[in-house]
């Protein structure tokens, strides 16, 4: 394959699949939410652009480069249908509460997920509209890679408590919001009609374990995803937490306590540091990509 796999991962933004087969690929959350799509476009038009100087030996690539910037731009189309969509709601609503509320998706929908996302509330449109699109992209996978909520989310989730830009209900009505869109999306399996028929989306959301750097990644908002599954009880997504040497009471007594309330293995608990150790001494992945493993299904 040359180096077309390098490519695909700096256009689009996904981690490696590893060495497993039939694991499905996660979305590199932590660069859409902070770089944007703008910035994608601006990584495939320059490779055009080395095409165009004859830099890149290789010239097919630029109808991948092309269709990068295709699809970028779908997306960010499709976010501005509903901004419009808000104003227009928000010019004929009476409630002045409502009305805001819809202003205020109509700001959030023209900034992400073509620029940044620089709040909780951006960051939670952004991850929502990317899930649309990912499922448009592959129609008959069913799943959805929520990947690691508690980390991509956290630095949002900290800035805007600190700077009193949200309440910490605000907050967790957000989080409720991102966990309840996954719940109610349908998969309907064209591939495999015999076998799944109409389902949900086996999705998962992984919590805890460790950072990349090999600490205790357990933070506020681990507790509150916890939490808010223990209030809204749904039979999806599904919840792995990462439980190792390293995982404090606090975190392990939450997932017990949630597991109560919900049951059906809400959520499941995986040992951290023998997934860790398979990933390094089995497969031959890096540490620190192995410490960032997620479930699945």
């Not at 055009?48 to 092309?66: C, H, V, Y």
């Not at 990644?217 to 439980?243: D, I, S």
């Not at 997932?255 to 031959?284: C, H, W």
Request: hydrophobic fraction near 35%.
């Amino acid at each position: 394959y040359g180096d077309w796999p390098e490519e695909l991962e700096k256009a689009r933004g996904i981690l490696r699949q590893g060495k497993v087969n039939g694991v499905a690929v996660a979305p590199d959350w932590e660069k859409l939410l902070t770089r944007g799509l703008r910035a994608i476009i601006q990584e495939a038009e320059a490779g055009l652009e080395r095409i165009r100087t004859g830099e890149e030996p290789e010239a097919r690539k630029a109808w991948f480069w092309q269709a990068a910037i295709m699809c970028c731009e779908a997306v960010i189309q499709y976010a501005h249908r509903y901004a419009v969509l808000a104003r227009d709601l928000a010019d004929v609503e009476p409630d002045p509460i409502r009305r805001k509320e819809l202003e205020q998706v109509a700001a959030v929908c023209e900034r992400v997920p073509e620029y940044p996302a620089r709040t909780l509330q951006e960051a939670v449109q952004s991850r929502i509209l990317y899930g649309i699109a990912i499922k448009w992209t592959r129609p008959s996978v069913i799943g959805d890679t929520t990947h690691r909520l508690d980390q991509y989310f956290y630095p949002y989730f900290k800035s805007d408590l600190r700077e009193g830009r949200v309440t910490l209900e605000e907050a967790c009505d957000l989080i409720g919001t991102s966990l309840s869109i996954t719940a109610t999306r349908d998969g309907v399996n064209g591939l495999k009609r015999g076998e799944y028929a109409q389902g949900t989306m086996p999705s998962n959301v992984t919590l805890g374990g460790l950072t990349r750097d090999g600490l205790d990644a357990n933070n506020e908002l681990t507790y509150l995803v916890l939490h808010m599954a223990g209030l809204l009880r749904y039979a999806e997504p599904h919840y792995t937490f990462r439980v190792g040497a390293s995982t404090p009471r606090w975190a392990m007594l939450k997932a017990l306590e949630t597991n109560r309330k919900v049951g059906g293995g809400q959520p499941q608990f995986m040992s951290d540091d023998r997934v860790i150790s398979y990933l390094v001494e089995k497969q031959g992945e890096d540490l620190k990509d192995a410490r960032d493993w997620m479930g699945q299904g």
